[in-house]
């Protein structure tokens, strides 16, 4: 690849060029700019030859918006042009590379900045190709299974990958979302920027409430959109994770509401018959099976006795032989 | 069935069963030497399940030809015996296991007629009662119109005493066994659901007006019947359904001539759901509230199950108390809860069918325990 260095004009690079841009647009440049205005620029941004006697940046993006803040009529650039036997797939294609090169070297990409350089870079490579230019590129290895959920995921909307790259989303939830459609992903989107939960949290979040829109044939938004899960994303009072945690509740009870109220009233019984502390009765899992299991704690004869004392009143208990049906 | 792509086992010799059934399909088959060729061109299509409902492989059967019914140690088996005549099916069910059972779905059809007989006559001969049936890794009739097994079957069966053969369908093709000398040694059975589910699930099967009237012709030819409510689902208004499906059937046949009925609510390995979800977009069968069962298979929450039991069975019992009515994979609570008794002993369930097959089909009393 060709390289020339060169004091461009601000005016000439087009800013509406976005093609190399691997995260997203920063708007907080004042640092950068009072640095330029100390220092000068010391590394130029990096541009190549677009339409209409123009260039696009394939680097410095943030660079540019602060020299263009300062008011700079003209920026110091390195200017990329072909090889005589490329084409213009490949000329992009290796100014792509650049790109992702230039940003990995200085610190590994997060999700975000992975996800739209694996989506470019898939208009040109296979799967096997992007791994085998990992190291040099990406500088780290990159295994098949990763590249592939991240094409997987290339369709994922922009507040989804914002999400992903503040942690606020996890790849496996993610690469759920990236199954369904856009609309859909981002109601879920919108739910977790104001909750707290675990990946597998997640993403049981989001299959019970997809099961759950099949099932009463209504969209997800409207799962949402309604009263008492409005209410609790809306409360100011409770942090993320304790929303999280409601919302998950109220989900699984809205999937499974004869499975839930059986567990509800089981342990609201236990609990009132003094059996949920050192005395513990559980019941089959999912109360599918036939067998009850009691566990019992003591730490001297006399408890032990106490305890063998409340079991024997219970037996004859009504409200403890409704627990059995 | 419609057949576009015919295979043969290469080894399968040409008889007047095999020419039968080519000469039905009217597709000129295409000779194999390895099954793996057939398993390309299913997994070839775009939906490899669909795939193999068109495209049929005439084969031997190199596995068992008969075998008891695996059931499972958690819930009262009905100790059936499977005679082994084919796999798959040409109907497509939402919730068929046989979907997710084979790998690669395949629906093969094995020739042999004199491979059947030799297997089964020890059982002919056995000192015990057997039900024998071929529904188990097919549907017992796709093959009647294409095939000579099913009239050779009960004809077979005819010839003794000691076994009943049961024929499970969701089909009306009972034609050519309705002149048969059956002598009662086969019992035709149907899988019945509310029309709602027929219609919504199960894609190309009769209709159950139309099952019924094939079960009434069935009866009018002497042969004894059995009923499937299998699997039941549950939604909104399910019960009434079922109740409705039950003034059905005995508003077409006589109770007398019911020699079993059947319930077992849907259920299903957990991998199936993949399968539906891709294959029956339209389908809100696996959203229902299950819960995993002893079994590690997707069932009912048991409070659900038991409701459903409970109302079609009290129903059905009240039209025909004395129909004996079993409960297909369930446990003790299940059937004290609807039925009033629990076939606790081992095998009990197997030799209450065993009785009322003796009963219905004229099998020799002296094989009952």
Known sequence: MHKSYETVPVGSIDPAYQRYRLGQPSFDVENLKDAINRSGLIHPVVVKPVPEGKYGLVVGFRRYDAVKKLGHSHIDAIILGPDEEWDEKKFDLECLKFAITERSCQRPLDVFELLCAIERLKDHLDVQEIVAISPAVFNQVLNPSIVRQYIRMAGLSENLRVLMSTGRLSVKPALMLSDIPTEQADVFGAVFSKISLSSSNQKDVIQLSLEISSRDKKPVKQIFSNDPFLQILKDDHLDPRAKGKKIKEMIAELRFPHLTQARNTFTKTCRSLGLSGRIQLTPPKNFEGLDYSLSFQFQSLSEFESCLKKLDQLSGDEQFRRLFP | ?369
């Open chain 2, 1 to 369: 069935m419609k057949i576009k792509t015919l295979f043969i086992d290469y080894e399968v010799p040409r008889d007047e069963e095999v020419d039968f059934l080519i000469g039905s399909l009217k597709t000129p088959p295409q000779p194999v030497q390895d099954i793996r060729e057939v398993y390309e061109h299913v997994n070839a299509g775009q939906d490899p399940i669909l795939r193999a409902k068109h495209t049929l492989f005439i084969t031997r059967n190199r596995g068992a030809v008969v075998k008891k019914c695996p059931g499972t140690s958690e819930y009262t088996c009905c100790d059936y015996t499977i005679l082994h005549t084919g796999t798959f099916c040409s109907m497509d069910c939402s919730y068929c296991i046989l979907q997710a059972y084979f790998h690669p779905p395949l629906m093969q059809y094995f020739s042999g007629l004199d491979q059947l007989t030799s297997h089964l006559n020890p059982y002919f001969k056995g000192n015990q009662v057997y039900r024998i049936g071929t529904g188990e890794f097919t549907d017992s009739l796709i093959w009647e119109p294409i095939s000579l097994q099913p009239r050779f079957l009960v004809n077979l069966f005819a010839r003794q005493d000691h076994c009943v053969l049961e024929l499970k369908t969701k089909t009306v093709n009972i034609e050519s066994l309705l002149e048969l000398e059956h002598n009662q040694k086969t019992i035709l059975a149907w899988s019945v659901n509310s029309p709602r589910i027929i219609q919504s699930q199960e894609r190309g099967t009769a209709s159950l007006k139309q099952r019924l009237e094939a079960a009434k012709k069935a009866e009018a030819a002497g042969y004894r019947l059995a009923f499937h409510f299998d699997p039941m689902v549950i939604y909104d208004g399910c019960i009434t359904e079922y109740q409705d499906v039950v003034d059905q059937i005995f508003a077409h046949v006589d109770p007398k001539s019911i020699a079993w009925i059947s319930m077992g609510t849907f259920r299903f390995m957990p991998h199936l759901k993949v399968i539906i979800e891709n294959r029956f977009k339209s389908s809100d069968i696996c959203y229902g509230e299950f819960i995993l069962g002893l079994d590690n298979k997707m069932r009912y929450f048991k409070p659900l199950r038991m409701e459903l039991y409970n109302q079609t069975v009290s129903y059905l019992k009240k039209r025909a108390p004395q129909v004996l009515v079993y409960f297909c994979m369930e446990d003790k609570q299940v059937w004290e809860s609807s039925l009033g008794f629990f076939p606790s002993d081992e095998n009990e369930l197997g030799r209450l069918l065993d009785r009322s097959a003796a009963q219905h089909c004229g099998l020799d009393p002296s094989l009952l325990p």
